[in-house]
């Protein structure tokens, strides 16, 4: 069984925080994706990475940033912390694009 | 546009009921589409995707290019398939976008 691993389930932040979202998956999976999930909007690709150290920026990339340092490792930046980023982000892996596994979520406050 | 449009946020029926979630796209290439299941407290998962025309807990969905749509049915409705379910379209590339989801309540 794939597992997708986000290192927290609920986090609270202040406003103008640097925020650091991690996510291990352990299936050897090239392909890496970030998504932020809001009620009404379903969910929106904020960047994924095909590769170590590369990135693609997806529909709501600003505010964050990522790194893909290893294979495994794809990790969610939030520069400085707002309060329109509260949300649940969700990570996922995939073999081939089209099959996503993702993990449990993060639920972030930002007050 | 590249679209997905689940025209419902909620969608409550009896168990034993059929149900059928309605999901509508707009691609001007060849889609492929799927749906995706989130069940309380658990993680997002596929559910099925409509190249593999395979019925899954019961669940079926036939793409209908005429009508751009991807509905989802089931033809006798359990308590258990209560969930956050989601349409998805792959446009290609590393591309997928997601409906916004419809919550069915299947009620005893």
């Known amino acids: 069984d794939v597992k997708v691993t986000q290192s927290s389930r609920y986090l609270v932040k202040r406003t103008g925080e640097k925020v650091f979202l991690e996510c291990v998956q352990d299936?050897?999976?090239?392909?890496m994706f970030w998504y932020r999930q809001d009620p009404g909007l379903g969910l929106r690709l904020i960047y994924f990475?095909?590769?170590?150290?590369?990135?693609e920026k997806g529909d709501i990339p600003e505010g964050y940033s990522v790194s893909r340092e290893k294979k495994e490792r794809f990790s969610l930046i939030l520069e400085s912390a707002s309060t329109n980023q509260t949300s649940m982000y969700l990570c996922?892996?995939?073999?081939?694009?089209?099959?996503?596994?993702f993990g449990q979520g993060t639920r972030l406050t930002v007050v | 546009a590249q679209r997905v449009t689940q025209p419902e946020k909620l969608l409550s029926v009896f168990k034993g009921a059929p149900v059928e979630l309605k999901c509508n796209y707009s691609?001007?290439?060849?889609?492929?589409l799927f749906w995706y299941v989130q069940y309380s407290r658990q993680r997002l998962q596929l559910l099925l995707r409509?190249?593999s025309r395979e019925s899954i807990k019961g669940f079926t969905a036939d793409l209908n290019k005429g009508e751009t749509s991807f509905h989802l049915k089931k033809p006798f409705a359990q308590e258990e398939d209560s969930a956050m379910y989601y349409c998805?379209?792959?446009?290609?590339?590393?591309?997928?976008?997601f409906g916004a989801g419809t919550r069915l309540f299947v009620k005893a």
């Open positions: 996922a892996s995939s073999l081939v694009i089209t099959e996503a596994f």
């Open positions: 299936m050897d999976h090239e392909n």
């Open positions: 990475s095909y590769d170590v150290k590369m990135k």
């Open positions: 691609y001007s290439g060849s889609p492929e």
């Open positions: 409509h190249i």
């Open positions: 998805a379209l792959h446009t290609g590339g590393f591309k997928t976008i």
